[in-house]
Each structure stands twice: as structure tokens, then as C-alpha cells.
């Protein structure tokens, strides 16, 4: 995964989170990879954020003051013009209930924190050429490559 | 009469989209009344009353600390609980107090009187170090570390108005770490903090060489001897109480940064006294609107290199660059809309308010 995809470079990503040490990490990390990053500091910031600017794809921290991950993933799920953005959760928690409503609250997958910054870029990149192929309508095989490439990143 | 008319506004705006969120029927109104005329005082006071949900008599107190907002969920869900705690702090700056009257159901009155004299020279505050507008010599690295926004945004603003650099912390942690890799001249740590309070802070900046000759000006709620010997104890050099006293505040700090405070000498012609950033350091209509556009996606890559590239431009935007520039760096992405589109539409500095 070493050459970023035509299609994924410059994307726009949003990360959500309240502890700047955590989005320090991953900002420095993304941008260096030529994405667009984008920050807000909680659920409700996110969403309006999402909302505006409608990122390519949204990291999403869980545990956060006012409304936290699972919520803000169901507004952004509920809203016409986030709907279709992957969110990707950025969770410590270990616990399979938490991973399960991940997946309920509408999120395409999760990180484990402190997570590897290597990990969530091959994570990234699979998501968005997901979302690239599903738009432009190539075929399934290409989903299945990236699979396989992922597994051999991570 | 003279008012500090943008921290009124502010106050005004605060108080009235309050009302306006917790009143579904019935209506909001502003008052405002002359209340008192002689020569060279005038008192005016300001009442802003609703219609809408009302606070519980036990509630009246809880209501002005930030994130504290009483009603039902629905009505919860709407802000930031910022906009009381921030009103009071703003009033009590000028040198007043709010006061709240409320039934249950029926409506609340929020209220102040202002008085001119004590906003033209801040008399409460005049007597001891009331009109600093600044101080002499090179510019001054301040640490504030508070986990309430509210605090932090209020305490910024002031320091930043008479020329200090402030760099933010929003636990004892994110203190250490941010001193550590920029000592600062003075920090002014809050003692209830989570992740880290302040008293462990205070310990391990006295264990690292580098940071045990920093003074540290702790700032608690609890106005216990106990509370203040422990924080002595820890390393600091001096203590205050919140609701922090300004003067106190300017006292202690000239008195440990050993720096010199320019006073303000006032007359019926004179500015305000937080007018630093206001007046020419603001960049053009043109340059805060591709400001603001960076600060509402979020993205701090782009803003800070917009903000430097001001700075270039025009040496007198630095303050205001500085500022944005070091809101970036730690991913402050409300404070930094909040404070572009403070300053996105020009402000007059001074008007007329009332009759004189």
C-alpha cells in the first residue's frame, strides 16, 4: 500500500476527537500522506463540520463530552448529506458490545487506540476506494484485491 | 456615556438567544433604563426577561457555571451551556454583577446595572491596577491551564488584549508537556483539573529542572487556607480564588514577572481599555473572509499558513496572527472560528450608548 491511489489522493478527512494529543497523531500522520485533514473537537462540531464540508471520510473518536461517537455517527447516518461518508470509529474500548454498536450506529470499521498510524491509513485507503468503486461502479474483484492487500498491510 | 460596547454586545446577545432558546411561547424583552444621572456617573441598567420555561429556585445558583443548563432535554440539546457563564464573567469584568429572578414555569429575569464611571476607569478596580492597558519591556510567555472553556476563552482574551503571548492547556498534563517543549515565563494553572490536576502538575514541574523556576499562580474555587497552603506546598507562588479579581490578577503577575503596568489615563475621549487586537492588527474584510471560510472547515493546516502569510504581509497583524497560529497548532478549531468570526465583521471601537 505504499503508492496512494490516484482516486484517494487529496481526500478530505475529518477526525473527531476532544484530546488534541490523540488528533496531533493522526493529523501530522494523514497529512504527511497528502490527505486533506480536517478536526472538530466534539459530536456536535463534527457533525456541522461534516455537514458543510462533506469529508471524503470521517474519523470518529467514542468517548467524548457531550454527545458521544455512537450518537454523532447516527446524526451523521440520519442526514441526507452525511449519510454516504464512511466513519470509521477510533475506539480504546475492547469490549465486543462496543464494536457491535459501532457497526449498528452505521460506522464501516473501527481502530483499536493507541492504534498503529500504518494501520489506520491501510484502513483509510481501503474505505475510500471502496466508496470510490461503489460511485464509479467498478467491479467487485477490485473490492476483494484491496481486501487481500489490506490483510498483507495490517 | 461611554460603554465598552463590543463586550455589551456580547453580554446582550448571550443573554437574549438564551432567552430566546428557553421560550417557545410568549416573548423576550430588553430593557434598558437610566437609572441615575449626576455629574460624571451614570447607572443603567439592563433586564432581560422571558416567557419561556423558568429556572428551579434551587437551580439559581447552577446556572451561570458553564455547561450547567437546566430545562428539559429538548431544550439542552440545543448549546454549549457556555453563553451564561461567559455573560457573567464579561459583567463581572466590567465591574458589575448579574442577578437572575425566576419562577418556575412562568419566565426569568436576567438583570445588571452598569455603571459608567466604573466602566470609563473601572473605579473598584482603578484605586489598586484598574486601567492596565499593557506593560513595558519585551512580550511575555503565559501558561494557562484550565479545563473549563469558558475560563480559558475569558482569561485569554484579557491577557492576550495587554500584549501577553498565551499558550492553552486543558488538563495539568497537556501543561506539562506544552511547558516542557516551550517554557513559558509564568503559568497560571487551575487546581481541578481532570487527566492531571494542577497540584501533581505543580510537583512535577518542581522535579525538572528547567520548569522548578517558572512561578505558577494557582487558581482554584475552593477558598480554603487548606487548599491554598497545599497549593504552596506544590510549588506555587501564589494563590487565587475563582471568580477571579482582575486586579488581584494583574497585581500578582507584574509582581512575579517584575514587569511594569502602563496605566491608562482616561478621559471622556478614550478608548477602551481591551482594544489591543481590535484597532489596526485586524487583517482586511477580504483576508477575515478567507479566514473564516479555513476556520469553519477546520482544517489548521490551512489556517495556519494563511495566518503566517498575513504576518508577512503586515507586521502589525501579529498579534492577532500569533494567536490564530497557536490556536491551530493545538487543534482549538472552536476558539478559532469563535475568535475570526469575532473579528470578521469590523467594529467601531466606541459608540454612544444612552443619553449623556
Known amino acids: 500500500m505504499s503508492n496512494t491511489l490516484p482516486a484517494i489522493a487529496g481526500c478530505t478527512i475529518l477526525i473527531v476527537d476532544d484530546i488534541p494529543a490523540n488528533l496531533a497523531v ?3 500522520y494523514l497529512e504527511a500522506n497528502q490527505f486533506q485533514v480536517l478536526v472538530a473537537r ?6 456541522e463540520r461534516a455537514g458543510l464540508v462533506q469529508p471524503d471520510l470521517v474519523l470518529l473518536d467514542v468517548m467524548m463530552p457531550g454527545i458521544d461517537g455512537f450518537e454523532t455517527c447516527r446524526r451523521l447516518k440520519a442526514n441526507a448529506r452525511t449519510r454516504d461518508i464512511p466513519v470509521i470509529f477510533m475506539t480504546a474500548l475492547a469490549d465486543t458490545r462496543d464494536k457491535v454498536a459501532a457497526f449498528a450506529a452505521g460506522a464501516v470499521d473501527y481502530v483499536g487506540k493507541p492504534f498503529q498510524v500504518e494501520e489506520l491509513l491501510a484502513r483509510i485507503k481501503t474505505h475510500l476506494t471502496l466508496r470510490h468503486t461503489k460511485t464509479t461502479g467498478h467491479p467487485e474483484p477490485t473490492v476483494a484485491r484491496l481486501r487481500d492487500s489490506l490483510s498483507q498491510a495490517v | 456615556v461611554q460603554l465598552d460596547q463590543k463586550r455589551l454586545r456580547q453580554i446582550l446577545l448571550n443573554l437574549l438567544s438564551n432567552a430566546v432558546k428557553f421560550t417557545d411561547q410568549g416573548r423576550v424583552d430588553l430593557r434598558v ?5 449626576s455629574s460624571g456617573e451614570v447607572q443603567l441598567s439592563f433586564e432581560i426577561s422571558d416567557t419561556g420555561t423558568g429556572i428551579l429556585p434551587d437551580q439559581l445558583e447552577t446556572v451561570f457555571r458553564p ?35 425566576s419562577s418556575w414555569g412562568h419566565g ?6 452598569l455603571s459608567t464611571v466604573a466602566m470609563a476607569a473601572d473605579r473598584t478596580a482603578a484605586a489598586a491596577d484598574g486601567s492596565v492597558v499593557g ?8 501558561l494557562l491551564a484550565d479545563d473549563i472553556e469558558a475560563n480559558r476563552t475569558v482569561l485569554s482574551e484579557i491577557l492576550i488584549a495587554l500584549g501577553f503571548e498565551v499558550t492553552l492547556a486543558n488538563d495539568g498534563l497537556e501543561a506539562l508537556t506544552n511547558a516542557r517543549s516551550r517554557i513559558p515565563d509564568l503559568i497560571l494553572m487551575d487546581v481541578r483539573m481532570p487527566v492531571m490536576g494542577g497540584l501533581e502538575a505543580m510537583r512535577h514541574m518542581q522535579a525538572l529542572p528547567d520548569l522548578r523556576e517558572v512561578p505558577v499562580i494557582a487558581l482554584s474555587a475552593e477558598a480554603t487556607d487548606e487548599k491554598q497552603s497545599d497549593c504552596m506546598a506544590a510549588g506555587a507562588k501564589a494563590f487565587l480564588t475563582k471568580p477571579i479579581d482582575f486586579p488581584t490578577l494583574f497585581h500578582e503577575i507584574g509582581r512575579l514577572l517584575n514587569v511594569t503596568w502602563i496605566r491608562e489615563i482616561r478621559n471622556t475621549d478614550s478608548s477602551p481599555v481591551y482594544e489591543s487586537i481590535e484597532q489596526s492588527g485586524i487583517p482586511d474584510p477580504e483576508q477575515m473572509e478567507a479566514l473564516r471560510v479555513l476556520a469553519k472547515a477546520g482544517n489548521m493546516r490551512a489556517i495556519r499558513k494563511k495566518a503566517e502569510e498575513l504576518a508577512l504581509l503586515n507586521k502589525h497583524y501579529r498579534p492577532f496572527t500569533d494567536r490564530i497560529i497557536q490556536l491551530s497548532i493545538g487543534y482549538e478549531s472552536k476558539a478559532l472560528l469563535r475568535l475570526v468570526e469575532k473579528h470578521a465583521q469590523p467594529i467601531k471601537p466606541m459608540e454612544q450608548v444612552g443619553n449623556s
Open chain 1, 26 to 28: 493522526a493529523v501530522d
Open chain 2, 67 to 101: 455547561f450547567e443548563q437546566v430545562g428539559d432535554m429538548q431544550h439542552r440539546a440545543g448549546g454549549t451551556g457556555l453563553g451564561l457563564s461567559i455573560s457573567r464573567q464579561l459583567i463581572q469584568l466590567l465591574g458589575s454583577e448579574i442577578q437572575v429572578q
Open chain 2, 33 to 37: 433604563k437610566l437609572l441615575s444621572q
Open chain 2, 108 to 113: 426569568s429575569c436576567f438583570s445588571f446595572v
Open chain 2, 135 to 142: 506593560y513595558r519591556g519585551p512580550r511575555k510567555h503565559l
Open chain 1, 42 to 47: 466534539d459530536g456536535e462540531e463534527g457533525i
